[in-house]
Each structure stands twice: as C-alpha cells, then as structure tokens.
C-alpha cells in the first residue's frame, strides 16, 4: 500500500508543476487598473515603484514619483503589484498550522513504551511534551508565514537563452 501512495504522488508531482500559473504572458497586465500600486524591475535590474498608468503591446507607462515614465516591453522583467500586505494574515495561519503539527508531535513522542530509542520525552509529562510542541510548531510556524512573499507577480519574463554554440 506505500508504495503505491508514493508512486501516485511521483506521478503527481509532474503533472502539478506543469499547472503552475505562467507569469510570462503580457497580456495579464492588462488586468491593471490605473493608479494601482506597482514595483517594476528592468532586464538591467533597475528598480521603479509608482502606480501603473497604462500598458500596450509595445510598452507599460506607470507614474514614479513626479515624473511619468514608459519601459519597453523588451526591457521589462518583472511586474509586480503592492498591494496591501498579508504577512501577519500568513503568520497566523501558518503559526497555527504550526503549533496544532508540533502540538501532535509532542503528544506522539511523550508516549511511553519499552523501545529504547535516542529521542524520548518520558521524562517530562505529556502536557509538558505537548505545550513544548506546540510552543516550538507555532514560533517555526510564525517564521515561515512571515517569510513568505505576499505581493503577487503579474509579469516575469521568460529567461533569453544564449546562442552559443557548444
């Protein structure tokens, strides 16, 4: 019976990858609404944040600052919009997931028995065990919410591939 669970989810995985939203398409920035907030990194990796104006099939016009500017669509490597953050939403979610798996943990490893295996928490009480857990799950939890990127990219470009011959 495992080894057919792991085979599913071997034959799973590709087939997941390969849904991934694509972030090459131009036209997803047509989804934009003027004066939306926006970070747009150039193929030279110059930075611009303003709000975006409008886009063509040639080139994107966003406002930065005082001054209103145009990128060709050549030299664009990705959009992304500011929206607001959900870095505290995602560290509480995650922290919560978190803190239920590592309370599970701790219950599942203060169970006493005969084995003598290396790790074992017998010593120290369920409760202690559980609370440990927990306390452990939510703070690695709250870190990896936090970490997370909150802003969506609306438009990455595909990587040009060299010429060169080998």
């Not at 920035?29 to 150039?42: D, F, N, P, R, V």
């Not at 995650?94 to 599942?108: C, E, K, N, R, T």
């Amino acid at each position: 019976m495992r080894t057919v669970v792991l085979a599913c989810l071997l034959i799973l995985i590709p087939c997941s990858l390969c849904a991934q939203d694509k972030k090459g398409d131009w036209k997803a920035l047509y989804g934009l609404h003027s004066g939306e907030k926006m970070e747009l990194i150039e193929t030279g990796m110059k930075k611009h944040v303003g709000t975006f104006s409008t886009v063509t099939d040639e080139a994107l016009q966003m406002r930065e600052g005082a001054s209103d500017i145009a990128i060709p669509k050549e030299n664009v490597a990705r959009v992304t919009a500011l929206d607001k953050s959900h870095r505290l939403r995602n560290a509480f979610i995650f922290g919560a997931v978190g803190a239920g798996a590592g309370a599970g943990i701790g219950a599942a490893t203060s169970r006493c028995s005969t084995s003598t295996t290396s790790f074992n928490l017998c010593g120290i009480g369920r409760g202690v065990a559980v609370g440990l857990g927990g306390l452990v799950g939510l703070a690695g939890g709250v870190g990896i919410g936090a970490a997370i990127p909150s802003h969506p990219t609306i438009y990455r470009a595909d990587l040009v591939k060299p010429n060169t011959p080998r």
